[in-house]
């Protein structure tokens, strides 16, 4: 009897259709890790955002207390560079870091900020200290100026807008209602001639585009704490209200005391309240 041996073979390969749906699912698989991944840098970049303003207006408030004022304009010439006219949010931190309540240049200037990366590339340093302190023999603070290389050679770009008062402004003012009072806030903010309440995009308003682009900004109030807006509304929708009136407004220069100044980051871009009016100069 011959027995018949059949060789069974077998097939280890995929078909073109099987590859396909592998490759589709790994693709989709990708898709989401990395969608996941960019979430978590942006919430990543927001915590540090809120914990930065949180740790500003902290430092603000304890200025405040012990000196029984709000920042002044006049304790910012006294910080300026001799001669200088040119006065920016840089001044109030000057003015915080004399005093020791917040020296940290990381608290003003985001790494994740777009045009602290573009400053960094361009002038191949960052600043590590805010104010050039000058002492006795006793410790006494002799003289204290910004340190030039926090104002930057053509401008440090600082992530924070920051708010200080006019010499004439009632102290009162600035005690009362502080969880209506918007202090800080992240750079981009447009409050004035243009889309009042939206922030700005990186491409347009003199390179101060909102640091996270036109996705929204946070705003830090005088109580502490702070809050995230994709933007503050129009109408009776607005998301601030005005200091005098208590109207919804979405111009944070109205929801500040009269004589309230906002410091932007740069000279030309300022917000003055005083006498009822404001202007984009002061």
């Given at each position: 009897?011959r027995?018949?041996?059949?060789?069974?073979?077998?097939c280890y390969?995929f078909?073109?259709?099987?590859?396909?749906?592998?490759?589709?699912?790994?693709?989709a698989l990708l898709?989401?890790a990395?969608r996941?991944?960019?979430?978590?840098s942006e919430a990543a970049q927001k915590?540090k955002?809120?914990s930065?303003l949180r740790?500003i207006?902290?430092?603000?408030?304890q200025?405040m207390k012990?000196m029984?004022?709000p920042?002044?304009w006049?304790?910012?010439?006294?910080?300026?560079e001799?001669?200088?006219?040119d006065?920016?949010?840089?001044?109030?931190?000057?003015?915080l870091a004399?005093?020791g309540?917040?020296?940290?240049?990381?608290a003003?200037a985001w790494?994740f900020d777009?045009?602290?990366r573009?400053?960094e590339k361009?002038?191949?340093?960052?600043p590590?200290k805010i104010?050039?302190?000058?002492?006795?023999a006793?410790?006494?603070?002799?003289?204290?100026?910004?340190?030039i290389?926090?104002r930057g050679?053509r401008?440090?770009?600082?992530s924070?807008?920051?708010?200080v008062a006019?010499?004439?402004?009632?102290?009162?003012?600035f005690f009362?209602?502080?969880?209506?009072?918007?202090?800080?806030?992240s750079?981009?903010l447009?409050?004035?001639?243009?889309?009042?309440g939206t922030w700005?995009?990186?491409?347009?308003n003199?390179d101060?585009?909102?640091?996270f682009?036109?996705?929204?900004?946070?705003?830090?109030?005088?109580?502490g704490?702070?809050?995230?807006y994709?933007?503050?509304?129009?109408?009776?929708?607005c998301?601030?209200?005005k200091?005098?009136?208590?109207?919804?407004?979405?111009k944070?220069?109205?929801?500040?005391?009269?004589?309230?100044?906002?410091m932007?980051?740069?000279s030309f871009?300022?917000?003055?309240k005083?006498g009822g009016?404001?202007c984009?100069r002061?």
């Amino acid at each position: 009897m011959r027995l018949n041996h059949r060789k069974q073979k077998y097939c280890y390969g995929f078909s073109l259709v099987e590859m396909v749906i592998v490759l589709a699912i790994l693709g989709a698989l990708l898709f989401i890790a990395f969608r996941g991944i960019g979430s978590l840098s942006e919430a990543a970049q927001k915590a540090k955002a809120m914990s930065s303003l949180r740790t500003i207006v902290n430092a603000y408030r304890q200025y405040m207390k012990d000196m029984g004022h709000p920042i002044r304009w006049s304790e910012l010439s006294a910080v300026a560079e001799t001669g200088s006219m040119d006065f920016d949010v840089t001044l109030i931190a000057a003015v915080l870091a004399k005093g020791g309540y917040l020296t940290d240049v990381e608290a003003w200037a985001w790494d994740f900020d777009y045009r602290v990366r573009k400053y960094e590339k361009e002038e191949g340093v960052m600043p590590t200290k805010i104010c050039d302190i000058r002492r006795d023999a006793n410790g006494k603070i002799i003289s204290a100026k910004i340190d030039i290389s926090f104002r930057g050679q053509r401008g440090f770009p600082i992530s924070v807008c920051a708010v200080v008062a006019a010499d004439s402004c009632t102290n009162d003012d600035f005690f009362k209602n502080d969880s209506e009072i918007p202090i800080a806030y992240s750079r981009g903010l447009c409050g004035w001639n243009m889309a009042p309440g939206t922030w700005a995009d990186s491409t347009i308003n003199r390179d101060l585009g909102g640091v996270f682009g036109r996705k929204g900004g946070f705003i830090a109030f005088l109580d502490g704490h702070v809050e995230w807006y994709n933007n503050l509304g129009t109408g009776n929708q607005c998301a601030l209200k005005k200091y005098d009136t208590n109207a919804m407004t979405n111009k944070i220069y109205e929801a500040i005391p009269k004589g309230g100044i906002v410091m932007r980051t740069n000279s030309f871009v300022l917000s003055w309240k005083g006498g009822g009016e404001s202007c984009d100069r002061f």
